[in-house]
């Protein structure tokens, strides 16, 4: 049975902005409260997912969420219309009105954990919503996430759609970002990695370690994975003190292929050999260790050069790294990556460059953009065709975004009641241009 992997892209929300809510994101704090371009972030990613798609590789989008979140700020007590409950907590509660507009749902690697069918015991493709119960603006996402993952995979007897973990600090869970898959195929048994940084007995230092080892056991759990083709590795507490807040900012793998930074993981040597004992007769790992001593943690991060794409085109023989334009500015990730890919044999035999840089100034790169789900043909044909992007899609979303997008988002710009009209209004026109149905929003209700 064949089965494509695709790329589902978050659509970077009309209310993006830099309000620098992520402790332990560099990028997200450095350029806190400068002046946004929600219209060039959200066609840049468009046109990253049609630059893949011209590559022959198939490509999703999964629609923003609703923000400002008036729903939640009325529990907190606001009330009135829904201006009236933005102007009163940007007046009372700044603090809580920024976790309220943050378009941080575009992160689409953070929105669940996928594992196919191939690797779960009923047969069925299992998707478990991340709770992000690390950071208050995240945490806000799931309710939504989990409606637009039923309206995905609605078939019950193919897809089984779970809800969030309980959001609490033993089951901390950021989704796809610490999870990584090695097969030979994707139709095919894998093996599932899933990383974390801390286990919930532990005391915290540093900056937060945002998946416990908790979480990631309840998901192999409630995805029915084998034991013996599951791996649990400890994320290295120098690379998350370095502002690897996620493992995909310091590791990224595709195929039978982990491409990674020398101090991703607290014992690399333990975990090649659980992933080769779990890989044993049916495909052979290759690990591809960058040297600390040509990149640094610092460089890896500030380059997002791991929070690149790893991507099998049609026909290649080998894979090809899609990486944010950061990496090729930088001296020393640009020079290490041509050396890569000109090497005999290379795992990794080719790159290609895009531009994301509005959304990555938010703390992410390409990688964070799109939460990948393999998908046998009969299953693709099952879900909701309507988030697969084509021509006539792209065009339809690339109009919505130049119409109803502000050019510039400046701090003081945030207050302004019209951002709540204008972003609904923007929203409601989409559910008629994605197959989300006239009360997906719950300003819609």
């Given at each position: 049975?064949?089965?494509?992997?695709i790329?589902?892209?978050?659509?970077?929300g009309?209310?993006?902005?830099?309000?620098?809510l992520?402790?332990?994101?560099?990028?997200?704090?450095?350029n806190?409260?400068?002046i946004?371009?929600?219209?060039d972030?959200?066609?840049?990613?468009?046109?990253?997912?049609?630059?893949?798609?011209?590559?022959?590789?198939?490509?999703?989008?999964?629609?923003p969420?609703?923000?400002p979140?008036?729903?939640?700020?009325?529990?907190?007590?606001f009330?009135?219309?829904?201006?009236?409950?933005?102007?009163?907590?940007w007046?009372g509660?700044?603090?809580?009105?920024r976790?309220?507009?943050?378009?941080?749902?575009?992160?689409?690697?953070?929105?669940?954990?996928?594992?196919?069918?191939?690797?779960?015991?009923?047969?069925?493709?299992?998707a478990?919503?991340?709770?992000?119960?690390?950071?208050?603006h995240r945490?806000?996402?799931?309710e939504?996430?989990?409606?637009?993952?039923?309206?995905?995979?609605?078939d019950?007897?193919r897809?089984?759609?779970?809800?969030?973990?309980?959001?609490?600090?033993?089951?901390?869970?950021?989704g796809?970002?610490?999870?990584?898959?090695?097969?030979?195929?994707?139709?095919?048994?894998?093996?599932?990695?899933?990383?974390?940084?801390?286990?919930?007995?532990?005391?915290?230092?540093?900056?937060?370690?945002?998946?416990?080892?908790?979480?990631?056991?309840?998901?192999?759990?409630?995805?029915?994975?084998?034991?013996?083709?599951?791996?649990?590795?400890?994320?290295?507490?120098?690379?998350?003190?370095?502002?690897?807040?996620?493992?995909?900012?310091v590791?990224?793998?595709?195929?039978?292929?982990?491409?990674?930074?020398?101090?991703?993981?607290?014992?690399?040597?333990?975990?090649?050999?659980?992933?080769?004992?779990?890989a044993?007769?049916?495909f052979?790992?290759?690990?591809?260790?960058?040297?600390?001593?040509?990149?640094?943690?610092?460089?890896?991060?500030?380059?997002?050069?791991?929070?690149?794409?790893?991507?099998?085109l049609?026909?290649?023989?080998?894979?090809?790294?899609?990486?944010?334009?950061?990496?090729?500015?930088?001296?020393r990730t640009?020079?290490?990556?041509?050396?890569l890919?000109?090497?005999?044999?290379?795992?990794?035999?080719?790159?290609?460059?895009?531009e994301?840089r509005?959304s990555?100034?938010?703390?992410?790169?390409?990688a964070?953009?799109r939460?990948?789900?393999?998908?046998?043909?009969?299953?693709?044909a099952?879900?909701?065709?309507?988030?697969?992007?084509d021509?006539?899609?792209?065009?339809?979303?690339?109009?919505?975004?130049k119409a109803h997008?502000?050019?510039?988002?400046?701090?003081?710009?945030?207050?302004?009641?019209?951002?709540?009209r204008?972003?609904?209004?923007?929203?409601?026109?989409l559910?008629r241009?994605?197959?989300l149905?006239?009360?997906f929003?719950?300003?819609?209700?």
């Amino acid at each position: 049975m064949n089965a494509t992997e695709i790329n589902f892209d978050g659509i970077v929300g009309p209310t993006h902005n830099y309000a620098g809510l992520s402790e332990g994101n560099l990028a997200s704090t450095r350029n806190r409260d400068s002046i946004a371009r929600p219209r060039d972030a959200a066609l840049q990613g468009l046109a990253k997912m049609q630059r893949l798609r011209a590559l022959g590789l198939s490509q999703g989008v999964l629609p923003p969420q609703e923000r400002p979140n008036t729903t939640w700020l009325r529990t907190l007590g606001f009330s009135g219309s829904d201006s009236d409950v933005w102007g009163g907590a940007w007046a009372g509660e700044p603090m809580l009105a920024r976790a309220a507009l943050a378009s941080s749902a575009m992160w689409a690697a953070n929105a669940a954990t996928v594992s196919p069918s191939a690797d779960c015991g009923d047969g069925r493709l299992h998707a478990s919503v991340a709770n992000l119960q690390t950071m208050l603006h995240r945490l806000l996402e799931a309710e939504q996430t989990e409606r637009m993952l039923r309206r995905l995979l609605a078939d019950e007897s193919r897809f089984a759609v779970h809800a969030a973990l309980t959001p609490h600090d033993a089951l901390s869970d950021e989704g796809a970002a610490n999870h990584m898959r090695l097969c030979a195929e994707q139709d095919a048994p894998g093996v599932e990695i899933f990383v974390y940084g801390r286990e919930a007995r532990e005391a915290k230092t540093g900056f937060p370690a945002r998946q416990t080892l908790e979480a990631c056991r309840a998901l192999a759990r409630r995805h029915g994975l084998a034991a013996a083709r599951t791996v649990h590795a400890r994320q290295s507490a120098e690379a998350i003190d370095a502002g690897a807040f996620h493992n995909d900012v310091v590791a990224v793998a595709h195929e039978h292929v982990l491409f990674h930074h020398e101090h991703a993981f607290a014992d690399t040597a333990a975990l090649y050999a659980e992933v080769r004992a779990g890989a044993r007769g049916l495909f052979e790992p290759v690990f591809v260790e960058v040297p600390a001593a040509r990149v640094s943690l610092e460089d890896a991060v500030s380059s997002y050069l791991f929070n690149s794409q790893l991507v099998r085109l049609p026909g290649a023989a080998s894979l090809t790294l899609i990486a944010p334009s950061e990496v090729r500015e930088n001296n020393r990730t640009a020079a290490y990556v041509r050396e890569l890919v000109a090497a005999p044999n290379a795992a990794i035999g080719a790159v290609e460059y895009v531009e994301v840089r509005e959304s990555m100034r938010n703390g992410g790169g390409p990688a964070c953009l799109r939460l990948r789900i393999a998908m046998t043909d009969a299953e693709r044909a099952a879900a909701n065709t309507g988030f697969f992007l084509d021509d006539a899609l792209a065009a339809k979303l690339e109009a919505w975004i130049k119409a109803h997008y502000r050019e510039e988002l400046a701090p003081a710009d945030l207050a302004d009641p019209a951002l709540v009209r204008e972003t609904q209004t923007a929203l409601d026109e989409l559910t008629r241009i994605l197959p989300l149905g006239g009360d997906f929003y719950p300003f819609q209700r």
